[in-house]
């Protein structure tokens, strides 16, 4: 354990921030296999819902510095040609 005081805080914060980013990272996660799910069961209405509130928790993310930019970007497009694919069908 840290001695000096600074450090005490420092601990205390990153732990917090630790917290909170994980359940950041958890609830985007929750959200794109809800997408997935919709698009494994042909409803295109619900995905697309699920689509735009999953692309807005990796949006956030994103703002808030959880996720990569990159890595959301990656993810949006791969949810929109899977979603595009399946309104296709």
Do not use: C, P, Y
Request: glycine share 2%; aromatic share 2%.
């Amino acid at each position: 354990m840290a001695n000096i005081k600074s450090a005490i805080k420092r601990v205390r914060t990153s732990e917090k921030r630790r917290e909170r980013n994980q359940s950041a990272k958890s609830r985007v996660r929750t959200m794109v296999r809800t997408f997935e799910e919709a698009v494994a069961s042909g409803e295109t209405s619900v995905a697309a819902q699920r689509f735009a509130q999953a692309s807005s928790a990796l949006d956030r993310a994103v703002s808030k510095g959880i996720l990569h930019k990159n890595m959301a970007a990656r993810k949006k497009s791969r949810m929109a040609s899977r979603l595009t694919s399946l309104s296709a069908e």
